[in-house]
């Protein structure tokens, strides 16, 4: 039987992800490590193992450093740092902290799944990109055809990690020997997928053994809400990204004035009400809308919102 770590990615701390982080601890099959984006200071996760990721991180592994945001944009060097610290295990599943695994147990979903002898990559949104995809530019189409997936939730086989890292440290250095354009190096999504696709390793989508999310549920960014999940959400079913009260409020205006649905936020935060806020908060949110409204008119929406 193989051996199993569960990684829990993230980049903050607070008492709902160290109480999730000690229920799968306690109740599931896998060793559980915490894997930290540490760049701006020490997180406390108490007695949880953990896994530190800092600038000296990226450098001891030999990876492409110039990329804003890297431990955002570039998931699996996460996967790079867990490896080489815990060597012992031939397969590792990572998720990220807004993402729910519906079950009493959650690692209950997990552990069903075959094992790395089977099963390389297990992903969900597991496909070919598509032509206008953003990230596709990233790499070279000449090598073969391009892959994506959603890197929330996600499996890897020891030696797909192996190869991976090794795939990455030959694209660091010719990156940097060309002095390319750091906005060109490509994400975990792109990345992984599609160099794993390129060298024939074993790839399943996490709906191929039965389905356990749908694309409005296992979303790259419109949140699902906490509240409503605990009443509406299907047992077994993963999801992502799940937000509640001013986070989630945040990230929809976010993609709101992204995609000019002022409209549409408006009707969300009223049918809300009674479930992630009181009325006097959708009061408060609503008076927002109407402000982001007029700087829309004027050609001036605001800048911390339009950025994601």
Request: aromatic share 10%; charged share 25%; glycine share 6%.
């Amino acid at each position: 039987m193989s051996r199993t770590a569960l990684l829990i990615r993230t980049h903050y701390v607070d008492d709902r992800l160290r109480a999730f982080v000690d229920q799968v601890a306690a109740d599931g099959p896998f060793d559980v490590h915490v894997v930290v984006d540490e760049t701006n200071g020490t997180l406390d996760f108490g007695g949880a193992p953990k896994v530190s990721l800092t600038e000296q991180t990226v450098a001891e592994l030999g990876l492409y450093d110039r990329a804003p945001k890297t431990f955002w944009r570039c998931g699996d060097y996460a996967l790079y740092a867990a490896r080489q610290a815990l060597p012992q295990y031939d397969a590792y599943w990572m998720i990220e902290p807004d993402v729910r695994l519906m079950a009493e147990r959650p690692c209950d979903i997990l552990a069903r799944f075959p094992g790395p002898e089977h099963a390389d990559l297990l992903a969900g949104r597991l496909r070919l990109a598509e032509a206008d995809w953003d990230w596709g530019i990233t790499l070279d189409p000449g090598a073969g055809p391009i892959w994506r997936c959603l890197f929330a939730v996600i499996r890897l086989s020891a030696r797909a990690i192996d190869l991976l890292l090794e795939e990455r440290r030959a694209l660091s250095a010719a990156r940097i020997a060309m002095d390319a354009d750091p906005l060109t190096w490509p994400n975990d999504e792109a990345f992984v997928a599609t160099t794993l696709a390129r060298h024939g390793m074993a790839m399943h989508d996490l709906n191929a053994f039965g389905q356990v999310y749908d694309e409005i549920g296992l979303s790259y960014w419109f949140p699902v809400s906490e509240r409503e999940l605990q009443i509406t959400g299907r047992d077994g079913w993963i999801y992502h990204p799940v937000l509640s009260g001013q986070a989630y409020f945040l990230k929809l205006c976010r993609l709101a004035v992204r995609h000019g649905a002022l409209d549409e936020l408006e009707r969300i935060v009223e049918r809300m009400i009674g479930l992630e806020w009181t009325a006097e908060e959708a009061k408060s949110h609503l008076r927002a809308i109407d402000f982001l409204r007029v700087q829309w008119d004027i050609g001036q929406a605001s800048p911390p919102l339009a950025a994601e």
